[in-house]
């Protein structure tokens, strides 16, 4: 089966939008700038995202607390090979982190 293709079929006109928001068509003037579209969505934050902003930009800017000294420290031990983990100590301390999350 075969179609012949005459370009006799009606074109779908879309309806001329008002306005300079309007998309350029074929044929219009483009010498012109296109005005941008109004801003139409907004967001707005709740004060607890507010809060969480605040203490994202105090962590950010702030020293991390690190102890240099120690962590260089350790890593010396780990790699000289004389740091030494204390299974007891961790145990506790897990426990400890335990009972505070359960209150």
Request: aromatic share 0%.
């Amino acid at each position: 089966m075969t179609h012949k293709i005459d370009g006799g079929l009606p074109i779908a006109r879309l309806p001329e939008a008002a306005g300079p928001t309007s998309p350029a068509r074929a044929g219009n003037d483009r010498s012109q700038p296109i005005g941008a579209a109004t801003a139409a969505d907004s967001v707005r934050l709740t004060g607890e995202a507010e809060g969480l902003q605040a203490l994202e930009r105090q962590l950010g800017a702030a020293p991390a607390g690190i102890d240099v000294a120690r962590v260089n420290a350790v890593r010396t031990a780990i790699a000289d090979g004389s740091y030494r983990v204390d299974p007891q100590q961790i145990a506790s301390r897990m426990l400890d982190l335990d009972r505070e999350l359960a209150q």
